[in-house]
Every structure is written in structure tokens, then in C-alpha cells.
């Protein structure tokens, strides 16, 4: 895949790097929600790691709900890897770390991604926490 495989990696750390931001320190005007939520496809959806699902519209309501929930937010991504692709659409999976405060978590992902244009939307995500 590639540049596409570049392309995809470099869309899936720049949304974790604009929900850092949300969920962090900010900013958080309606512009920078809106330019967030651009990332992910209308039929986009998640397994969180409780298990809960989200749709596009329920992950809108979570990120306006916390923005500024966790100060000093910082994501960090490990062991990224290609599983699929075709140039339409791909499947990788990472190991994310959250920290923030006195607080964190990591997860197991998987993320499929399609093509969109010239760009790239999450379609669906599926994380796992981590069980130590």
C-alpha cells in the first residue's frame, strides 16, 4: 500500500492528536469539534472498551460532554500495523497509551478507515482494554 499506508497512519495520529487536544487543554469552540468529527465517516461506528457501542452521532454527544475532561491529556501510540488494505480502505491496529494527571489507560485498537477524496475517515473502531 504504500503511500496510502502512510497517508492512513498519518490520519489516524492526527485525529488522536485533535482529540488530545478536546479532551485536554483545547481548544474547545464548536470549529474545533466540528473539524474533528470531519474525520469520521456518517456511517461510522465503536466498541469502546466497556463494550458500549457508538454510532457518529452518540460520539459527537461524548466529545462535546467531555471536553476539557482530562487537563494534560497526552496520547501515545505504539506498534502500529497494517493488517489490510486495498486502496479504498484499511485495518490497523495500534496500542494506545492515555495519560493525563495522576490518571491512565492504555487500549488495544483496531480502526478501519476508507478513502475519502483525496483524505481519509474512520469507519469503525474497535479498542480493548488493557488488562495489564
Known amino acids: 500500500m504504500g503511500q ?3 497517508q492512513v497512519f498519518a490520519a489516524i495520529r492526527c485525529t488522536l ?4 487536544r478536546w479532551l485536554g487543554d483545547g481548544p474547545h469552540a464548536p470549529e474545533a ?11 461510522f461506528t ?7 457501542r457508538l454510532d457518529r452521532e452518540a ?3 461524548f466529545f462535546q460532554r467531555a471536553a476539557g475532561s482530562r487537563p494534560g491529556l497526552a496520547i501515545a501510540l505504539e506498534r502500529m500495523t497494517l493488517l489490510a488494505g486495498d486502496g479504498q ?3 490497523v491496529a495500534y ?5 493525563w ?4 489507560n492504555g487500549r488495544h485498537a483496531t480502526a478501519v478507515l476508507r478513502r475519502d477524496g483525496a483524505g481519509w475517515r474512520w469507519r469503525h473502531l474497535q479498542e480493548t482494554g488493557d488488562a495489564g
Not at 17 to 20: D, G, K, S, V, Y
Not at 101 to 104: K, P, S, T, V
Open 59 to 61: 460520539l459527537r454527544v
Open 17 to 20: 492528536a485533535q482529540i488530545e
Open 89 to 91: 480502505a484499511a485495518t
Open 33 to 43: 469539534l466540528a473539524r474533528l468529527m470531519a474525520d469520521f465517516d456518517a456511517g
Open 101 to 104: 494527571g495522576d490518571g491512565g
Open 95 to 99: 496500542y494506545e497509551t492515555q495519560a
Open 4 to 6: 496510502d499506508e502512510d
Open 46 to 52: 465503536m466498541v469502546t472498551p466497556g463494550g458500549a
